[in-house]
């Protein structure tokens, strides 16, 4: 059997940056994985990387990780909002609000802990990030097998561990937010329609 390259990528916003940044260097110096494993934010750097030819990849990485650090809709903001109280408030303003490049707070949401209103399955919607991934993931390429890509998610029902794995069956943009779920900030995916 011939040497693989395989990349694992785990979850966490901050995290996902920073394998941006480190998967960077690692293309420079001519590594291209054969073979890619990945959960949540780790999940989105692995598409990014199977669904773009290697030549784009880096820019496609780049342009998402940059779009995510931008304020969005707070980017206009006083000096002090970089201090720590600065972004405690920044924090306060994505649990109510949002972060613009990856999610949105949903209806009821927080209100449905009050008396009178309806439940809600989660707090925030990825509606935004479905959007952007659809823009910037070619997935009849991600599913070409040029790179398995395995995607990790749990089963909301069991607890259970979920494998999506393209050498099986074609991944898709719910497979992805699937495994960026997390009840109950996000709703369960498994009946969301792509």
């Known amino acids: 059997m011939a040497e693989q390259n395989i990349l694992i990528l785990a979850g966490g916003n901050a995290l996902g940056a920073y394998q941006g940044g480190a998967y960077e260097t690692l293309h420079e110096r001519g590594f291209h994985p054969d073979q890619v494993f990945a959960v949540s934010a780790g999940a989105v ?9 290697p030549e784009k990849r880096i820019s496609v990485l780049r342009s998402f990780w940059e779009t995510a650090a931008q304020d969005g809709a707070w980017a ?26 990856f999610y949105h707070a949903r209806f009821p949401g927080f209100l449905s802990m009050f008396p009178g209103m309806p439940s809600d399955a989660g707090l925030y919607d990825l509606a935004p990030l479905r959007k952007r991934l659809k823009r910037l993931v070619d997935f009849k390429r991600l599913n070409s097998g ?6 990790i998610a749990v089963d909301a029902n069991s607890g259970e561990e979920i ?30 329609v792509d």
């Open 76 to 101: 206009f903001r006083p000096a002090w909002s970089t201090t720590w109280n600065g972004k405690r408030r920044r924090a306060l303003q994505s649990l109510l609000l949002g972060s613009p490049a």
């Open 45 to 53: 750097n692995a598409a990014l990387i199977a669904g773009n030819p």
């Open 146 to 151: 040029e790179i398995r890509l395995v995607i």
């Open 163 to 192: 494998r999506f794995d393209s050498a099986k069956s074609p991944i898709t943009i719910v497979h992805l937010l699937a495994s960026c779920g997390f009840i109950p900030f996000f709703p369960p995916t498994g009946s969301m």
